[in-house]
């Protein structure tokens, strides 16, 4: 087309003109999407200028991120657990201190601010691994769902959908019993977590998945339980798995197996399935999780941060295991860095570069993380998707001179949030200009709920 397009728009429909468009086809320039009842219904390349009523999105616009591991709660860890040494497990004593400081309104306050930052960062849809479940002690709230419900409203709020991957979490690692903080995690058993888990009700923004903490939180018997009730409703399943080596030395020692043979031989793997981290693999997980095509979730700022390795990316994707990104502990909520981290930590790892296409890259941050979580409708700019469209802008100093052909590149290898200036989540704009418009002062309300936490001193 070189002319301007004239085409009537049914009543209801969203026009927005956008400079440069990511597809799975490539890059494509001046382009029409048309929006109705939350949907794409058009997408029209070459089209050099906006039709009358548009709303012009200049830079580059790709699909809405899935964030598909989070720990809201951890956000207030940030910049607290950074200071000295130590492992993984002193890192988690100071998580500890901070579960045992929420209540549902407190976890409102603060998931509504943490989840307000991931929608300016892109991310549409979040996997929440929710095991922060009880009172103080064990005790139930009058809700036993209190707590999920507060992380449903607080994304409501901030304008994302969510996943609730409610969480068995009943042992206090492997062959003991839970103790301290660890006593708000649990429901006694599989059965008493189903029990509860069966409460929860989906809703326009909200899907119910299932998780298994760990081979440390659920004894290998308790777990074919949660399999059985996510095959039964088609939900996702997902697990830590093998984050640590002490947790592969610990399993080994108790079952004789893998944790990856472990979920195998308790009918867990399977396309609904995702391994989290999946850090520290033997060649026999890899494929056992390729054959029974099961997903991986990789967490590279996160793994990073705790020190706990760099994952067989190469390996699982040459095995057909689909990759998705998580932002896990929040130590930072950058989905482009997360993508990135793929493919340069694994050149690290080998020596080499060129191990994942920008496209295959997006790809896991978008359309993978989306399936991950149950949205298959998501993570595409197609007619027939969710609207999720998040607009790049390339005028900062980041992204100065980028090649418009080559945006694609520029942005995944060197954007960061603050490059973002319109997010639209189901058709509606929930980042404009850089501001998000349902959560006023992101900032400051997230200082806010953290200070409600952790006080305004040291944590």
């Known amino acids: 087309m070189n002319q301007a397009d004239t085409r009537e728009t049914a009543p209801g429909t969203d026009v927005l003109w956008c400079e440069i468009v990511h597809t799975r ?9 048309e929006i109705a009842d939350g949907r794409i219904t058009a997408v029209r390349p070459d089209v050099p ?6 709303s012009v999105r200049r830079g580059l616009t790709v699909p809405g991120f899935a964030n598909a591991h989070s720990h809201a709660f951890h956000r207030v860890l ?9 492992t993984f497990w002193t890192w988690r004593d100071l998580m500890y201190a901070a579960a045992g400081k929420l209540d549902p309104d407190t976890y409102l306050a603060l998931a509504r601010a943490v989840y307000a930052e991931m929608a300016l960062a892109g991310i549409t849809a979040v996997g929440e691994f929710h095991y922060l479940h009880h009172a103080p002690g064990g005790a139930r709230y009058d809700d036993p769902n209190a707590m999920g419900h507060a992380l449903a409203e607080a994304a409501r709020q901030a304008g994302i959908r969510i996943t609730l991957l409610d969480t068995c979490y009943v042992a206090g690692g492997v062959g003991a019993e839970p103790t301290g903080t660890q006593l708000r995690f649990g429901d006694g058993d599989a059965d008493g977590w189903a029990a509860r888990v069966d409460a929860l009700k989906p809703a326009d923004h909200l899907r119910i998945g299932a998780a298994v903490h760990s081979v440390r939180g659920v004894p290998a018997d308790q777990i074919p339980t949660v399999a059985a009730w996510t095959a039964e409703r088609g939900a996702p399943l997902h697990a830590h798995v093998s984050e640590q080596p002490a947790e592969n030395h610990a399993c080994l020692e108790a079952y004789g197996r893998t944790p990856v043979e472990v979920f195998e031989a308790a009918g867990a793997l399977g396309p609904r399935f995702t391994a989290v981290h999946a850090t520290h693999l033997t060649d026999r997980d890899i494929a056992l999780l390729g054959a029974s095509g099961s997903g991986v979730c990789l967490c590279p700022t996160t793994e990073r941060d705790l020190a706990d390795g760099i994952g067989p990316a190469g390996e699982l994707s040459r095995a057909q295991v689909p990759l998705s990104l998580g932002t896990d502990s929040q130590a930072f909520i950058d989905m482009f860095e997360e993508a990135r981290a793929v493919e340069l930590d694994e050149r690290l790892r080998t020596g080499s570069r060129g191990h994942f296409t920008t496209a295959r890259l997006l790809a896991q941050a978008t359309r993978v993380g989306h399936e991950s979580l149950g949205w298959d409708d998501a993570g595409r700019i197609e007619p027939g998707r969710r609207a999720d469209l998040v607009t790049v802008g390339l005028d900062s100093v980041r992204l100065a001179g980028t090649i418009p052909r080559l945006a694609s590149e520029s942005v995944v290898f060197a954007a960061a949030p603050p490059d973002i200036t319109h997010v639209v989540v189901d058709g509606r704009t929930v980042v404009a200009d850089g501001v998000h418009t349902l959560v006023e002062d992101v900032p400051g309300t997230l200082a806010a709920a953290i200070r409600t936490v952790v006080g305004g001193g040291e944590a």
């Not at 086809?25 to 999407?33: A, L, P």
């Not at 940030?78 to 130590?86: D, L, M, P």
């Open 25 to 33: 086809t490539g890059i494509e320039r001046d382009v029409v999407v």
């Open 49 to 54: 200028a906006p039709p009358p009523g548009a």
């Open 78 to 86: 940030r910049g607290r657990t950074q200071a000295g040494s130590g």
